[in-house]
Nanobody, 114 residues
């Protein structure tokens, strides 16, 4: 199973992006799908999660500006972010935790210009 992130890019401050995390195959026994990000010189930080029951949660840094959702029909989890800030600049990674372990994607770069 592979996760592939897409939707990153260069956006001006105040703009919006929708990131996608697509699974190459059906993942059984999913517990949650999560977004993390890592800015240059910083540790990877958790951004948002959605459980298999579609219960979302967000870090304080994006709460009110982000929305995570999942489309089980096509095995995609989305992270929509609005009112982007330069401090949101990072590589965004998708992670799925299942009963048998977890899997990570390769990341997608988000750059927010001021």
């Amino acid at each position: 199973v592979q996760l592939v992130e897409s939707g990153g890019g260069l956006v001006q401050a105040g703009g919006s992006l929708r990131l996608s995390c697509a699974s190459s195959d059906i993942i059984w026994n999913i517990r949650s799908t999560n977004w993390y990000r890592q800015a240059p010189g910083k540790e990877r930080e958790w951004v948002a999660s959605i459980t298999n029951d579609a219960v979302p949660s967000y870090s304080d840094s994006v709460k009110g500006r982000a929305s995570i959702s999942r489309d089980n029909a096509v095995n995609i989890v989305y992270l929509e972010m609005n009112n982007l800030k330069p401090e949101d600049t990072a590589v965004y990674y998708c992670n799925t935790v299942a009963g048998w372990g977890d899997v990570w994607g390769q990341g997608t770069q988000v750059t927010v210009s001021s």
